[in-house]
């Protein structure tokens, strides 16, 4: 039995092998395509850490980079409408350069002078500066101002009320205290020609013409009449430039008027009759 059995083993084996080897010798008709190589990349996880890392800080910094962008081009935008309004406020036909030296040195020296008292420290230099920017830069104060004016009523109107209103009041006082001022100094001065023309009287002294009175007084005639006959100049200007307006008004109508009427009148042609 063992024999049979080992016999069966060897033909099979010998049967297999025999396949096998025809199998290998076996060529086909067309030659055998090459096989395609794909290499597949496949990272590490270090590498994909570093990937994400990186893109993480790159979107980072572009970020950075347009706020930044963002804030220059902003701040370039301020800076131009702050140019653009300091040059408006300036005047052109004020020079800046000794003006404000000026000004400079006026306030300097308030508070140099009321280095002693504590109330004069903190009032005196701010209103030489106000009164030096009035007289030596009278035009920029006046935009300046009105600027200002402009951001008190836009921001706060309230309290832009209050000072106007507080303006007005100040201004009615200054011109009360400029009548009382004049009315007091011509009374003075009557008093005091009285006097002096009594003086002459009692003593014959020509003290008037030794003082040069009359001829201030007579220089003040004068000017006053000056004043008035300029003051009548320019009504009668403006009164001619008014009526010429009028005239040239009432005929610019009457020719109106006049060619409406010669329309008006004017026959209107009829067209020609067609004959059936």
Do not use: C
């Amino acid at each position: 039995m063992l024999r049979l059995f080992a016999k069966r083993g060897a033909v099979v084996a010998a049967a297999v092998a025999a396949g096998v080897h025809e199998n290998r010798e076996k060529l086909p008709i067309y030659p055998a395509p090459e096989p395609e190589i794909i290499l597949v990349e496949t990272p590490s996880e270090l590498e994909k850490q570093i990937g994400v890392a990186r893109r993480a800080v790159t979107a980072t910094y572009e970020d950075a980079h347009a706020r930044v962008q963002n804030v220059v081009s902003r701040w370039i935008g301020v800076e131009q409408a702050v140019e653009s309004k300091v040059k408006s406020l300036i005047a052109p036909d004020e020079p800046l350069t000794p003006g404000i030296l000026y000004v400079g040195v006026a306030t300097l020296t308030g508070s140099v002078l009321a280095r002693n008292r504590i109330f004069w420290r903190l009032t005196l230099p701010p209103a030489l500066l106000v009164l030096s920017l009035n007289h030596f830069l009278p035009k920029t104060t006046h935009n300046v101002s009105a600027f200002l004016g402009e951001l008190e009523e836009r921001h706060f109107p309230a309290f832009a009320e209050k000072h106007e209103i507080a303006k007005q009041h100040s201004a009615m006082t200054w011109e009360r205290v400029k009548e009382a001022t004049q009315n007091s100094r011509e009374t003075v001065s009557s008093g005091v020609v009285s006097l002096v023309g009594r003086v002459e009287e009692a003593t014959g002294l020509k003290l008037r013409e030794t003082l040069g009175w009359r001829e201030r007084a007579f220089k003040a005639a004068e000017t006053k009449t000056r004043e008035v006959v300029e003051a009548a100049k320019e009504k009668a200007v403006e009164a001619k430039a008014v009526v010429d307006q009028k005239v040239v008004e009432a005929t610019t109508a009457v020719e109106q008027k006049v060619e409406e009427a010669k329309e008006v009148a004017a026959p209107k042609e009829e067209p020609p009759k067609r004959l059936v």
